[in-house]
């Protein structure tokens, strides 16, 4: 299973905060990672993927200034904002782009720098972040635990003059990871993984050597295929336990065994409905898992809802789900999922990356044939796609992805 996406775009960020060359192993050849690898080049910074092994090198940052657009396409190209801040005093670049799933502000992300004692000022198409000194630790209260917030002044902080406090932190999977990342690299964290982070900042941080956790939205994914059609499958997970994830399969109906490097993922009838779904910060469900759980519910044995608790534009694929047969209705950020027998094959589009998997999983449970455009929103955060779909229809008793 790859390797985890939201987990090495902030450790793609933190490579700059060190002189010594940081390598990333189990690295996702996914668009996003060859997207944030050409922005991060822009400061001087090097970053190579040779097969899953990403290689990146901070010694040669001479610039806080990223002038090209590439910044505007992804989301975690703001996470370069507190790294170069920390790094080389100012950080100035385009706003962040990424999926359109709803408003996405960065007003949180400037507030705490502002704390931090950075001039912050925005422009028509950039975002300014000044520190004459170096910058020093703050008490921030965050109004929202967002992940970028949290990850953004963790950068910051690691190499900040005293103390910074967050409260109110996100605290999924991949904070603890890119945590446990930056304290590698000498970083002073306690509390990650709860609502209180507390970080003593470091004059210098070194290169490391790292091992990817498995992606759990990619392993959702792949699993709802299951949960949605049936079938039988191993899943590798190395380490990790994505236990929300596997928690919802049950719901779906899906019998799960545990083995000693992963989970087999059974299902033998039609999903179960499930009767409240509200997406939430971690540990609720993942807004990201959102699409990927309405797609099989289209065909359950009830009806269900969903309400999206994080992002507001989040049921556009609905409009494309309806096209293939499906019965939901929808009024602001509740859904109402009513299952039918058969979904039907159609001409469908992307509109974000999880859509795009959730249109994949409806056309794998849907008869005949259904073609997805927009694929390159799909590829941002799935590798291979096309082949793991194929092994798990293909090998459904005994495949291991
Ligand atoms: C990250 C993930 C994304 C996931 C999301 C929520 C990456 C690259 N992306 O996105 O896959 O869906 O977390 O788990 O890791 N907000 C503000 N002001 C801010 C920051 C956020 O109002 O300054 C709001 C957003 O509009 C949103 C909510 O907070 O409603 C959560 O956003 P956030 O957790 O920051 O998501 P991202 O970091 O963008």
Known sequence: MQGSKNAVLPMMAAAVLSEEPCVIENCPDITDVHAMAEVIQETGAGA????????????DVHSGQIEGKKAGEIRASVLLLGALLARTGQACMDYPGGCSIGSRPVNYHL????????????????????SRDRLHGASIKLPFPSVGATENILLAAVR???????????????????????????????????????????????????KLGTDRIAFLTYAMMVAGCGGDCFFSLGETHPSKEVSILAKLGCELN???????????????????????????????????????????????????????????????????????????????????????GADVSADDLRSGAGLLIAGAMADGETIVTK???IQRGYEDVVEKM?????????GAT
């Open 375 to 377: 694929e390159h929103f």
């Open 48 to 59: 190579v993927l040779e097969g899953h092994r990403l290689i990146l090198s901070g010694r």
């Open 258 to 344: 545990f083995e000693k490097q992963g989970v087999r993922v059974l299902q033998k009838g039609r999903p179960k409905s499930i009767a409240n779904i509200c997406t939430g910060p971690y540990p609720g469900f993942p807004t990201d898992g959102q699409s990927l759980i309405m797609a099989v519910l289209t065909k359950s044995s009830g009806i269900s809802m969903i309400e999206e608790g994080v992002f507001d534009n989040r049921f556009r694929m609905i409009h494309q789900l309806h096209k293939m047969g499906a019965n939901i209705d929808y009024v602001s950020n509740h859904a109402c999922i009513t299952g039918v027998t058969k979904l039907h």
């Open 390 to 398: 194929r092994q798990i229809s293909l090998q459904a008793s005994y």
């Open 111 to 130: 507030q705490a720098f502002r704390q931090m004692g950075a001039e912050v000022s925005e422009e028509e198409n950039c975002i300014r972040c000044v």
């Open 160 to 210: 900040a003059d005293g103390t910074t406090w967050i409260q109110n932190a996100a605290r999924e999977p991949e904070i603890v990871e890119f945590c446990g990342f930056l304290k590698k690299m000498g970083a002073g964290i306690e509390g990650e993984g709860t609502s209180h982070i507390v970080i003593q900042g470091r004059k210098k941080l070194r290169g490391i050597t790292w």
